[in-house]
């Protein structure tokens, strides 16, 4: 699923992405908060929903051990 231009993602079918998918919230992210990272996973088919401690907006970089990790469990759940 992509959005059209302009589409605004509350708006989004997200009940049409059909691939495996892991949303990443940061604890402290002032940006996405986590009410809002919690309903894209739940409309998410199958989604896992992880939240990086001591993290804010940019997870990879404020925690990237565990931002690695949570690709790994992505990757080993896709090669299963």
């Known amino acids: 699923y992509s959005l059209e231009e302009?589409?605004?993602?509350?708006?989004a079918?997200?009940?049409?992405?059909?691939?495996?998918?892991a949303v990443v919230a940061g604890a402290e992210d002032q940006v996405a908060p986590r009410a809002a990272?919690?309903?894209?996973?739940?409309?998410?088919?199958?989604a896992q929903m992880r939240v990086i401690s001591d993290a804010g907006h940019l997870t990879a970089l404020?925690?990237?051990e565990t931002f690695a990790e949570?690709?790994?469990?992505?990757?080993?759940?896709?090669s299963a």
Do not use: H, K, Y
């Open 6 to 11: 302009g589409e605004d993602i509350g708006n």
């Open 37 to 46: 990272m919690d309903a894209l996973a739940s409309g998410i088919p199958g």
């Open 13 to 21: 079918d997200l009940s049409a992405i059909a691939v495996p998918t």
């Open 62 to 64: 404020e925690q990237p």
């Open 70 to 78: 949570v690709l790994r469990e992505l990757v080993e759940r896709i």
